[in-house]
Every structure is written in structure tokens, then in C-alpha cells.
């Protein structure tokens, strides 16, 4: 969706380090109440490359793989630790700049 006014588009502002220093964070607001979470990563792939989607893991170990999976594609080093206890959002949209319709921007936040 990049360069679109679609929703989510904004998101590839994300791309920019200079954008995220200044929106590092996600306010979560539902009906049972908010959070807030900081981004640890941006990054892009394809649909056929990693599942960025992952919500179980085996142990701990197999999170952490999956956190420094994450990490080592990311754009820009964010500085943000994850602890093998942490809950993660996860936003992902197209990106048809990466990939074409394969694309994806991939958004990773944990929570504070």
C-alpha cells in the first residue's frame, strides 16, 4: 500500500528512522481498557519468507529465535530489549515496494 492515502499506508512512514524516533510508541486502546507498547523492529518480507505472524512458540528459546529473527532484519537498531516473558503486537500490511504483492511491512511492538 505504499504511497497510497489506503489505510494502514502510513505505516511505511515506519521505514524512516527518523520517523520512528519521534513515533516509537502505540497507545492500544479496546473496550477493557489501553496499552502502550514500543517498537523493537521494522522490517519487510515476503509472504513466503518467515511468518511474522507466529502468536505460539514451543519455549522460550524458540521465542527468542523468533524476537532475533526480527531484530537482525530489521531497517535500523531500535535499542529496545525483549525479555523472553514479553507480550508483542504485531501490525502487518502490504508493501508492494518490497516483493510486489508478495510484500509486506512487518511492525513490531512490545509492551511496556
Known sequence: ???????FSTLIAYKDEAYYAEHALIR???LY?????????????????????TASFAD???????IQRAQTRAFYETGVDV???AN????ITCDRSYG??????VIMAVEE
Open 1 to 7: 500500500l505504499s504511497n497510497s492515502e489506503a489505510m
Open 100 to 105: 510486489g504483492i508478495q510484500g509486506r511491512l
Open 28 to 30: 492500544l486502546e479496546t
Open 60 to 66: 522460550a528459546k524458540a521465542f527468542q529465535s523468533y
Open 33 to 53: 481498557g489501553s496499552r502502550q507498547y514500543r517498537i523493537f523492529a521494522v522490517l519487510n518480507v515476503r509472504v513466503t519468507e518467515w511468518d511474522a505472524s
Open 83 to 85: 525479555a523472553a516473558d
Open 88 to 91: 508483542i503486537l504485531t501490525l
